[in-house]
């Protein structure tokens, strides 16, 4: 009998598991929040993922839920489990990666190293926490935020005035959270598998470089990276994926500090930006692993194809005319180069697509990627 995994959320990652689900011999079904979402092609289902009868009638047609985004409220997870869906990962996981608070407290219960942080429920709480670090700060708002919507750099309680003041009109109350401005060399990124049954495989940890709070480059492997990071990386990682008890894909977003330290920054449930590299860079890609993985089906190797995979985000799209009438140009000047194109109409800074190549010359590969993304620009 054909598995079948529904995918709450119609965007980019949803429609990138589509390809290696035919590949698998999976049926993937999708609950799409609109027509014509980047995941349209298997959207079986339009509708409210935050509507518990919407969401129940979609998983009761599935032999597994995962996601594309992890906004699904609680509720509505619980009310899955209560109906006996497997769900992966499952709500108990998935709270640490929709509330930045939550994941700092029980990150600092399992030991987890991270930038010094708290929860500050009103100015006096927030300019104690300046005074004690040096003037600056990162406010964040627990949940919702992405794209470095939700992140802020502040050196006044008053710059943060706004998200206080929703903070005393939302009924349930809350607070903001506040961390040290980490200084940073780079920033990195490592993602582990694991199934339900506990089998867990872990990527190479690969370098993330963030531009106004997107993501537009990773390298991986992340370059002069010692044996040791890479294994401090990997059991953060592999630490966090049993200490949360996650299922599916996770991505550990981390600093590497001046005084070689890795931090932990942040989590995500679900296929990650910065795992792209490995549809074409890694024996098995993460988008194949997720649906492997939230199945309980044996996980795949994770080792690199070649020495580097170079992946560049394409932001915006072109002002003028459609995404793929730049592809031609592009296809001709870099054919080694892999073009991942969402379906989704241009918009300035919106992740419209990317482009990975996989070479043992790492600055061919950067070169590679960088000019066969810029294919799209303005
Ligand atoms: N404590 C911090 N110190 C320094 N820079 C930070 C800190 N927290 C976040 N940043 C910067 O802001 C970016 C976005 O923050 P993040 O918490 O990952 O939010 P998002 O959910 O939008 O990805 C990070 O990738 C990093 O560049
Ligand atoms: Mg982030």
């Given amino acids: 009998m054909t598995l079948r995994v529904g995918v709450v959320g119609g965007g980019q990652l949803a429609r990138m598991m589509i390809a290696p689900a035919v590949e698998l011999g ?10 014509g979402m980047a995941a349209a092609l298997a959207a079986t289902a339009v509708g409210d993922y935050r509507d518990t009868d919407t969401v129940l009638a979609f998983a009761r047609e599935v032999d597994v839920v995962t996601f594309d985004h992890e906004h699904v409220p609680q509720p509505v997870l619980r009310a899955l489990v209560d109906a006996g869906v497997p769900v992966h990962p499952g709500p108990d996981a998935l709270q640490f990666a929709q509330d930045k608070l939550r994941m700092r407290a029980r990150l600092e219960e399992l030991g987890m190293p991270q930038p010094e942080w708290a929860a500050v429920s009103d100015a006096a709480q927030l ?13 964040k708002t627990p949940r919702g935020g992405y794209d470095g919507k939700g992140v802020r750099v502040v050196s006044t309680a008053a710059e943060a005035e706004d998200w206080f003041s929703a903070l005393a009109e939302d009924a349930a109350g809350g607070a903001l959270l506040v961390e040290e401005l980490v200084d940073f060399t780079r920033e990195l990124a490592q993602q582990v598998a694991r199934r339900p049954s506990g089998e867990v495989a872990a990527y190479p940890v690969v370098e993330t470089v963030q531009r106004d709070g997107v993501c537009a480059e990773v390298v991986a492997p992340a370059p002069h990276s010692s044996g040791r990071l890479e294994q401090v990386a990997q059991r953060i990682g592999i630490g966090i994926a049993e200490g949360l008890g996650v299922t599916g894909m996770l991505a550990v977003e981390l600093f590497e500090t001046t005084d070689e330290r890795l931090l932990v920054n942040e989590l995500a449930m679900r296929p990650h930006n910065s795992g792209h590299w490995s549809q074409d860079g890694a024996v098995t890609g993460q988008f194949e692993q997720h649906l492997r993985a939230v199945l309980d089906l044996p996980l795949g190797q994770t080792a690199p194809r070649q020495s580097w995979s170079v992946m560049v985000n394409i932001l915006g799209g072109p002002a003028e005319g459609a995404l793929d009438e730049r592809f ?28 990975n190549v996989t070479s043992d010359d790492l600055d061919d590969a950067v070169y590679q990627a960088r000019a066969a993304a810029a294919h799209f620009d303005d």
Wanted: net charge neutral; charged share 25%; no cysteine.
């Fill in 26 to 35: 999976v049926e993937l079904r999708v609950l799409a929040e609109d027509d």
């Fill in 127 to 139: 300019e104690e926490f300046l005074d004690a670090h040096g003037g600056r700060a990162v406010v």
């Fill in 328 to 355: 031609a140009a592009a296809m001709t000047a870099h054919p080694g180069a892999k073009v991942h194109t969402y379906g989704k109409a241009p918009r300035p800074g919106r992740k419209v697509g990317h482009v």
